[in-house]
């Protein structure tokens, strides 16, 4: 079987995509124009065997001092073989994605699979802030989409 990454972005296969992310924990209920228009503000990264997608990840970037890592997966039936090392590989070696000061990524249960590329918690976590809308992808309709941010119980929730 012939398995192979690459960033070529009339190969993703959107379905596929859409089809994992919006099930997915950090993902869930992402509606369709909102994945396409992360993919098209992304260096997008296909994991293919046979031809057919098997996985994914996203980096945004502005290509000289930082990169976020986004989205990466494997589908279930091709886990364990592998594939999320291959992706990880061709994504850091990416040669507009070479000389970055800072990556940054957030994940619940993966943290094997970016150590080995030198992915840490924290060093200081005070010095990082962020603004989660958890359930951004619930809200119906463009004006909830841009409804003021509320504190809720979920606060602080996993992404």
Same mark, same amino acid.
């Given at each position: 079987?012939?398995?192979?990454?690459?960033?070529?972005?009339?190969?993703? &296969?959107?379905?596929?995509?859409?089809?994992?992310?919006?099930?997915?924990?950090?993902?869930?209920?992402?509606?369709?124009? !909102?994945?396409?228009?992360?993919?098209?503000?992304?260096?997008?990264?296909?994991?293919?065997? &046979? #031809?057919?997608?098997?996985?994914?990840?996203?980096?945004?970037?502005?290509?000289?001092?930082?990169?976020?890592?986004?989205?990466?997966?494997?589908? *279930?039936?091709?886990?364990?073989?592998?594939?999320?090392?291959?992706?990880?590989?061709?994504?850091?070696?990416?040669?507009?994605?070479?000389?970055?000061?800072?990556?940054?990524?957030?994940?619940? &249960?993966?943290? #094997?699979?970016?150590?080995?590329?030198?992915? !840490?918690?924290?060093?200081?976590?005070?010095?990082?802030?962020?603004?989660?809308?958890?359930?951004?992808?619930?809200?119906?309709?463009?004006?909830?989409?841009?409804?003021?941010?509320?504190? !809720?119980?979920?606060?602080?929730? *996993?992404?």
């Amino acid at each position: 079987m012939a398995v192979e990454v690459d960033s070529d972005p009339s190969r993703i &296969d959107f379905e596929v995509v859409h089809g994992f992310l919006a099930s997915s924990y950090w993902a869930a209920g992402i509606p369709r124009e !909102t994945l396409r228009r992360a993919i098209d503000g992304s260096l997008a990264f296909g994991l293919y065997e &046979d #031809g057919a997608q098997i996985g994914f990840a996203r980096v945004v970037s502005d290509f000289a001092t930082f990169a976020y890592l986004a989205d990466v997966f494997v589908l *279930e039936a091709h886990r364990g073989r592998g594939h999320s090392r291959r992706l990880m590989d061709a994504v850091m070696a990416h040669p507009h994605l070479q000389g970055l000061r800072r990556w940054l990524l957030v994940t619940r &249960d993966a943290h #094997g699979v970016y150590a080995p590329h030198g992915f !840490t918690a924290l060093a200081s976590p005070h010095l990082v802030m962020e603004r989660h809308r958890a359930d951004v992808y619930r809200a119906e309709g463009p004006a909830a989409a841009s409804a003021p941010e509320t504190a !809720t119980e979920s606060e602080g929730e *996993e992404r």
